[in-house]
């Protein structure tokens, strides 16, 4: 599995590779060691037999050197343990710390039906491995793990708007808290915010659903709801999503309020002026693409406070619309001539960003953003103008995520020669977007 060495899956499954150490994830545990106690829980032997750490011997970097010579006879996660680590209690705690102090997730999570589903998952025990990796994100990957609090938190929102069973409730938070927990397996440089990923180094991203959900099913015994909210958290309900893009009828209640929990906390995060406008532009830009009664859910939870606009002084919409037009009528010129072309491998996935293409024209044009001699007039009124931003932006990054989800799809078929024919399109979605737009 590129990007994630030392984990291998075959379709679904995990075939007991976590026996080889992902160098990634040990570099993580080995960072934890130098500030918490992570000591061997038993005898440490290579896969053929050779002791090559005794029990009780605390995690150190010369452990490190040796398991990343040698495939193991346990995974390493399964011989660890650490002294004071993650527990759901200290979590969900940490939870209601970051609610405090964020109003979006706190009108999303702090009805008393909320708050009562939290605590209902205080005493949930973590297993070992799980807990060790949930320590070392708790330690050294902030921004991934004030993530996950916050999924968690919509996640008790969306349960208790929609009035889901205690033991559904449950299951969707628990999944909300590890669904990115396959993260610890990819190389970090692919994982920084601030790199602007090509779609061949963005499927290296692309895998860590399918990673988190094979270390689930090898070291928890989870229930099948929480691994398949894992694995498909970044589905969507129309097909578009990773990193099997499968759509609806394979996409279970739970999966889809994950998707939507996922997509609400990475904005409610980031805050700003007009954070719940930025939320109701994803949720409702490609129809379909997001569960309807979730969607509805965060619309009322967030509809008695909505924010301002941020737009700019003289911000001009003008400048912002023509480039995203260009790349729109560019891509659509490309898959057009590559469907009147001799019929390939290929053609399923052009036919899927002719659809996705379509989709996005027509909430452009319901938008009124398809007639750029409009815009002049428009660019005076500035909340009207802070709201075709909005909508730029995100249309902006969906041509960059359909660029991505249309590499994925034909690389997927083992063909290389097919990348190469679709090179040209893929090239006209992912275009870096203009100064100021969304990367």
Not at 63 to 73: I, P, S, T, Y
Not at 87 to 104: E, F, P, Q, Y
Not at 406 to 415: K, M, P
Request: net charge negative; proline share 4%; with cysteine.
């Amino acid at each position: 599995m590129h990007g994630a060495p030392g984990i291998q899956t075959n379709g679904n499954r995990a075939d007991g590779a976590f026996n080889s150490v992902n160098q990634h994830c040990l570099e993580s545990i080995v960072q934890l060691s130098e500030e918490e106690e992570v000591i061997a829980a038993e005898d440490i032997h290579d896969e053929h037999g050779h002791k090559l750490w005794a029990k009780g011997h605390p995690v150190s970097r010369s452990l490190q050197e040796k398991l990343l010579r040698r495939r193991l006879a346990r995974p390493l996660e399964a011989t660890l343990s650490v002294e004071g680590g993650a527990t759901m209690k200290a979590i969900v705690d940490d939870c209601r710390s970051l609610m405090a102090g964020n109003k979006t997730l706190e009108l999303i999570a702090g009805s008393s039906d909320a708050r009562g589903l939290m605590r209902g998952v205080e005493s949930l025990p973590l297993p070992g491995p799980l807990r060790l990796l949930l320590t070392s994100v708790r330690k050294h990957k902030q921004e991934s793990y004030r993530h996950s609090l916050a999924a968690m938190l919509v996640s008790a929102g969306l349960a208790s708007r929609l009035m889901l069973t205690e033991h559904d409730a449950s299951h969707l938070i628990l999944a909300s808290l590890i669904h990115d927990i396959g993260e610890m397996y990819i190389n970090p440089a692919y994982l920084d915010g601030s790199t602007r990923l090509a779609p061949e180094h963005w499927k290296h991203v692309a895998l860590h659903p399918k990673v988190g959900e094979a270390f689930i099913r090898e070291f928890t015994s989870f229930p099948t709801a929480v691994t398949q909210c894992v694995l498909h958290h970044h589905e969507r309900l129309d097909g578009s999503g990773y990193p099997l893009q499968v759509e609806r009828s394979r996409v279970g209640q739970l999966d889809s309020l994950l998707a939507v929990a996922d997509s609400v906390a990475a904005i409610a995060s980031r805050g700003g002026c007009d954070v719940h406008q930025r939320i109701a532009v994803a949720l409702r830009i490609v129809p379909e693409e997001f569960d309807r009664a979730a969607v509805a859910a965060i619309g009322d939870l967030l509809r008695t406070a909505e924010g301002g606009s941020c737009a700019a002084p003289g911000e001009s919409c003008v400048g912002r619309v023509t480039p995203v037009l260009k790349r729109l009528h560019a891509a659509r010129n490309e898959a057009q001539a590559l469907l009147c072309a001799e019929q390939s491998v290929s053609a399923d996935a052009v036919r899927y960003v002719m659809s996705v293409l379509a989709t996005i024209d027509k909430s452009l044009r319901a938008t009124g953003l398809a007639d750029v001699s409009q815009l002049g007039e428009l660019d005076q009124d500035p909340e009207i103008a802070g709201e075709i931003c909005l909508v730029v932006r995100e249309v902006g990054w969906r041509l960059r995520n359909l660029a991505r989800n249309a590499h994925l799809r034909v690389e997927s078929r083992g063909q290389p020669q097919e990348l190469a024919r679709i090179a040209r399109l893929v090239a006209a979605l992912d275009e870096p977007p203009v100064e100021g737009a969304a990367a």
